[in-house]
């Protein structure tokens, strides 16, 4: 009988004792991650592959490119580990040009993460409140466009089996891709599933993509279906040493910045916006500019404070 109570007990404690979230991250976890750091060359293709609204016509003509890129770890704590891409590029005179690319910021047991609600000029996004027992054993996955402004955020458990190491998080929304935004207004966002997985040469980031309209006066739905591979396979290039001086060079500044959106989002209570224009300037033109300058902290974060429009 004594024994029979006790285990009513224990299972009574079991059931309204609140999830505790794992104290570190598994080493594997970690390692992947890591490593999708180095030197690779990169084949980006996307694929319209079914139209879903009636009267869409696919473009058939798929999106190819090829580059070089330098993956470069800026930073490395136990429970974040930031990675900065670099596009490498033919300069002036065939002489290579380095373009700061997207970053991928993961944390572990993360229980706050952003999603795109906004369009247009202002970019509006929430914050998603996750329990301890649904973070429990995850990572997000934040990325950002290449001026360290927030493009999605996701979250998973990173599953190695089978020796398989793969990452894949549930559908979030996201803008417009920079190679769509400029050419076309026909839908407002993308929803897309997220995987990255490890190969023996390297990695891959394949996206299931939704293409969306949704706005006022119109019914929302999905005009399409699109599929995107993008494959890294480790290489050697003597240009990678381009790449890492000129981030040596400049990383100070991208820090600032890169923190300064990751602030604004974390410590929002319940969701910022930002925009792209402010008092005549564009962020973009406002950020290249401050990136020669390279102004102290404090007027930085001023500069970039006037594009938030509420927290």
């Keep these: ?31 992947a991650i890591l490593a999708m750091a180095g030197t690779h060359a990169v084949t980006f293709e996307f694929q319209e592959t079914a139209a879903v609204a009636t009267g869409y016509k696919i473009n058939p003509k798929p999106y190819h490119e090829t580059a070089t890129e330098v993956v470069t770890v800026v930073e490395d704590k136990p429970e974040r580990i930031a990675l900065q891409h670099l596009l490498i590029v033919p300069g002036k005179e065939g002489k290579p040009q380095v373009i700061k690319h997207w970053a991928q910021i993961w944390s572990w047991q993360d229980t706050e993460l952003l999603d795109y609600c906004g369009s247009e000029e202002d970019h509006l996004w929430k914050k998603i409140d996750l329990t301890p027992e649904q973070a429990a ?4 996955q934040l990325v950002t466009n290449i001026d360290d402004t927030p493009r999605y955020e996701g979250y998973a458990k990173w599953v190695h089996e089978d020796g398989e190491s793969s990452w894949q998080s549930a559908a979030t929304r996201r803008p417009l891709p920079r190679r769509e935004y400029s050419k076309r207004d026909d839908y407002d966002y993308l929803v897309v599933t997220n995987r990255h997985t490890l190969t023996p040469g390297g990695w891959i980031h394949y996206q299931d993509n939704r293409k969306v309209v949704d706005r006022d006066g119109e019914e929302k739905r999905v005009l ?39 602030l604004s989002g974390e410590k929002a209570p319940a969701s910022f916006t930002y925009s792209t224009h402010q008092n005549g300037e564009g962020l973009s033109k406002l950020i290249e500019r401050l990136e020669k300058e390279k102004p102290a902290p404090e007027v930085l974060t001023s500069a970039l404070q ?5 927290k």
Aim: a neutral charge.
């Design 1 to 31: 009988m004594i024994r029979g109570l006790m285990k009513r007990v224990i299972a009574l404690i079991t059931a309204t004792t609140p999830l505790v979230l794992a104290a570190a991250p598994p080493d594997k976890d970690r390692q």
């Design 137 to 140: 054993g995850t990572w997000s």
């Design 224 to 262: 399409c279906f699109e599929s995107g591979l993008n494959s890294y396979t480790r290489t050697e290039s003597p240009e990678a040493e381009v790449a890492l001086a000129w981030w040596k060079e400049n990383h100070a500044f991208w820090d600032g910045v890169r923190n300064f959106w990751l």
């Design 306 to 310: 006037s594009y938030v429009v509420s």
